[in-house]
């Protein structure tokens, strides 16, 4: 069983950089596509980034490339996103997610993760 659990945001400046992670206390998160999503207030849940069980294949959403990496480290259960550049409009909860779906063209959908954390905030200062 997978249980999520975020760490590492908080409030940090315009241009600064923040890592989160993500640590499956379940130890099964290895097996599973896992992504990181966004929710800013008054906003859907939104498409961050995602990573394959082995750490091989990466996707993310086009205002983060250059700025933001995913990555694993699976002897630790551990999913992390890095954080550079950031900016006032990164602003939000992030939440990990993990499925046990390996089809990179769904790594967008939201609704293909079927275990998720309960965030952790972001806020960035202009």
């Known amino acids: 069983q997978v249980r999520l659990a975020e760490s590492g945001g908080g409030l940090v400046q315009a241009g600064g950089s923040l890592r989160l992670s993500c640590v499956d206390s379940g130890r099964t998160v290895r097996l599973y596509t896992t992504g990181w999503f966004l929710r800013a207030p008054g906003k859907e849940r939104e498409f961050v980034a995602a990573?394959?069980?082995?750490?091989?294949?990466?996707d993310y959403t086009d205002p983060v490339r250059g700025r933001f990496t995913i990555s694993r480290d699976n002897a630790k259960n551990t999913v992390y996103l890095q954080m550079t550049s950031l900016e006032p409009e990164d602003t939000a909860v992030y939440y990990c997610?993990?499925?046990?779906?390996?089809?990179?063209?769904?790594?967008?959908?939201?609704?293909?993760?079927?275990?998720w954390g309960q965030g952790t905030q972001v806020t960035v200062s202009s």
């Open positions: 997610a993990a499925r046990p779906i390996y089809d990179s063209r769904t790594y967008f959908d939201r609704r293909t993760y079927d275990s």
């Open positions: 990573i394959n069980w082995s750490g091989t294949n990466t």
